[in-house]
T-cell receptor, first 109, second 114 residues
Framework: KNEVEQSPQNLTAQEGEFITINCSYS?????LHWLQQHPGGGIVSLFM???GKKKHGRLIATINIQEKHSSLHITASHPRDSAVYIC???????????FGQGTRLTINP | GAVVSQHPSRVICKSGTSVKIECRSL??????MFWYRQFPKQSLMLMAT?????????EQGVEKDKFLINHASLTLSTLTVTSAHPEDSSFYIC??????????FGPGTRLLVL
């Protein structure tokens, strides 16, 4: 079992729908990252969370430390949101990130 | 947000040659840089962690003599794939971080070894 698990692996939705992507982890972490990777390959760091909730535009990320679970929400989804979304956990006491397998999101017009 | 660049973005080389990839943090000083590789439809795999002025720490299974990493300054790290073979063809991504802040990722370099 991976230390960081994401669900769903693939998600297709219509434009305007509310999107939720989940991330669960089984190790102690100091922070959790949400990343976005577009088809060209470049990765954008969306959020770094250690507690609570963060919002940036239509994106919201939450984390529940006790339950070892984080969610990424997209409101009013748009075709340009189509990408792979990756959660990555920064393990306590370590420098490196442990990555989930990614969620491939497709938003149809 | 902070910007990390990689050069080249795409490279094709012949088997047996060496290829150097540069990773630069453009508007901040990166105390730590990371090198990843990614195969199609797979997640990123950490190859090595590089702290400025010290030797890189390689992950298990990554050959340090094949993937040479130099972090000569707080804004530049290089990855050299020596004697490249077709199985080294992959997408290589670097990231840079200052102190305990978030990692900023480069746009990646697609390497194709013929």
């Amino acid at each position: 079992k991976n230390e960081v698990e994401q669900s769903p692996q693939n998600l297709t939705a219509q434009e305007g729908e509310f999107i939720t992507i989940n991330c669960s982890y089984s190790v102690g972490i100091s922070a959790l990252h949400w990343l976005q990777q577009h088809p060209g390959g470049g990765i954008v760091s969306l959020f770094m969370l250690s507690s609570g909730k963060k919002k940036h535009g239509r994106l919201i990320a939450t984390i529940n430390i006790q339950e070892k679970h984080s969610s990424l929400h997209i409101t009013a989804s748009h075709p340009r949101d189509s990408a792979v979304y990756i959660c990555a956990a920064k393990i306590q006491g370590a420098q490196k990130l442990v990555f989930g397998q990614g969620t491939r999101l497709t938003i149809n017009p | 947000g902070a910007v990390v660049s990689q050069h080249p973005s795409r490279v094709i080389c012949k088997s047996g040659t060496s290829v150097k990839i540069e990773c630069r943090s453009l508007d901040f000083q990166a105390t730590t840089m990371f090198w990843y590789r990614q195969f199609p439809k797979q997640s990123l795999m950490l190859m090595a962690t590089s702290n400025e002025g010290s030797k890189a720490t390689y992950e298990q299974g990554v050959e340090k003599d094949k993937f040479l990493i130099n972090h000569a300054s707080l804004t530049l790290s290089t990855l050299t794939v020596t004697s490249a073979h077709p199985e080294d063809s992959s997408f290589y991504i670097c990231s840079a971080r200052r102190a305990q802040e978030t990692q900023y990722f480069g746009p990646g370099t697609r390497l194709l070894v013929l």
